[in-house]
């Protein structure tokens, strides 16, 4: 039995949203991606939605600032190109929530704060300091200036990849450090005992080590959870790839047992059986009998099939 008290599987935040739902890191997350200089956290009012879009997940953190401007944060650990269609999914919802009982018939123009989209990207794939995704990227049909846009500011906050950015925030270089201290213990150990001395060590070097010691065991828990979470998602992309591949092969033999038969009269209720048919060693088979077969009759015989 281990001496490890099991992780808390239903613990929903991850150590990102966590650590930066407190305001005045909040803030000064919010100071270095834009380069300004507020003080004053009681400007800053938090609006996150909460479990109503994509997969049932909340969005990370959103939040007004002095009235003027809507953020959204988001915190990725892997690349997803589809982010500028799921920030319009919240931007729309958070201007419905932030607009409503304003009149939208009326004939006063309804003012709205300016919104900014900024992924912060820590994951193991090598990406650019900074890169912008845009809604346009995924139009079908790209003719000239799109009449809808959306842009996504996307930053690598990996520890040592992006030391300029990093430097203006010191909560978020405290945490790229930490994760990164995880990641390097991972190496040799379990990931429950590569958290634990990762959270030992960061309190002795002083990083996040008052945040540590009020949220220790929380933050175990909340990496637990983002980490099988994130296992989760490789393996059923892992397990999506495979069945693309196969259906692709069981596709591409119908496609070519097909083609070999067109010559020959193929009736409609042959081809529907071909077409029905899922098993990719009987695809094979069939495949074999076509290439032998001078008539369908032959073809028919040879695939053990009865002629319809």
């Known amino acids: 039995m281990s001496d490890y008290a ?3 599987k239903a613990y929903k935040d991850r150590m990102f949203i966590h650590l930066f739902s407190e305001r005045n890191r909040l803030l000064q997350l919010y100071n270095a991606v834009c380069g300004t200089d507020y003080d004053n956290s009681e400007e800053l009012q938090v ?12 969005n990370d953190v959103s939040f007004l600032m002095c009235q003027e401007e809507l953020s959204l944060y988001e915190h990725q650990s892997t690349y997803n190109p589809n982010m500028p269609l799921r920030g319009l999914l919240y931007i729309a919802r958070l201007y ?3 607009t409503k009982g304003t009149g939208l018939y009326a004939t006063k123009q309804i003012r709205l704060p300016n919104p900014q989209y900024v992924i912060f990207y820590n994951g193991l794939a090598k990406m650019p300091r900074e890169s912008v995704l845009k809604l346009s990227d995924a139009y079908i049909k790209k003719a000239g200036e799109p009449e809808l846009e959306l842009r996504v500011r996307m930053i690598n906050i990996n520890y040592n990849e992006n030391p300029e950015f990093l430097q203006k925030c ?3 270089l405290d945490y790229s450090y ?9 190496q040799s150990f379990p990931l429950q005992e590569a958290i634990r001395r990762a959270i030992i060590k960061s309190k002795e070097e002083n990083v996040l080590k008052d945040y ?9 828990n909340m990496l637990m959870t983002e980490y099988s979470r994130e296992l989760d998602i490789e393996v059923n992309r892992s397990e999506a790839k495979e069945e693309g591949k196969i259906e692709g092969k069981k ?3 119908r496609e070519a047992l097909l083609l070999l038969l067109e010559g020959d009269s193929l009736t409609t209720q042959l081809a529907d059986k071909i077409k029905e048919e899922e098993d990719p060693s009987v695809l094979d088979g069939w495949l074999k009998a076509a290439k032998k077969a001078s008539s369908l009759r032959e073809f028919v015989e040879l695939a053990g099939l009865n002629d319809p």
């Open 6 to 8: 099991e992780p808390v």
């Open 47 to 58: 609006n996150t939605l909460e479990n109503v879009l994509y997969m049932n997940m909340k």
């Open 96 to 98: 419905e929530k932030l």
């Open 170 to 172: 010191p909560a978020l």
């Open 178 to 186: 930490f994760v990164e201290l995880v990641r390097s213990y991972q």
């Open 212 to 220: 540590l010691e009020e949220h220790g065991s929380e933050v175990e």
């Open 251 to 253: 596709e591409g033999k």
